[in-house]
């Protein structure tokens, strides 16, 4: 696992056409901003381990710029 640290407006770029940017940071929430193909499936990890998508929703393709991704634990070393 690659571990990055990033301040507010700063991105980082996965592969050809993904980038995620951190928009804010207010406590334990880090709301992220992730840009990519709409061919590529976003989705938090903890909807994907406790449902299965519908096949309906699995093979469609939408372009959603933002992500609000919440509750992430800030770890001081």
Do not use: N
Not at 60 to 72: E, R, Y
């Amino acid at each position: 696992m690659l571990v990055l640290s990033r301040r507010i407006g700063e991105k980082i770029e996965i592969g050809d056409g993904i980038t995620i940017t951190v928009l804010r940071v207010s406590g334990k929430t880090i709301r992220l901003g992730i840009e990519a193909p709409s061919s590529v499936p976003i989705r938090r990890a903890e909807i994907s381990e406790t449902h299965a998508w519908p096949k309906s929703l699995e093979s469609s393709k939408c372009d959603v710029p933002l992500i609000d991704v919440a509750q992430f634990e800030r770890r001081c070393s």
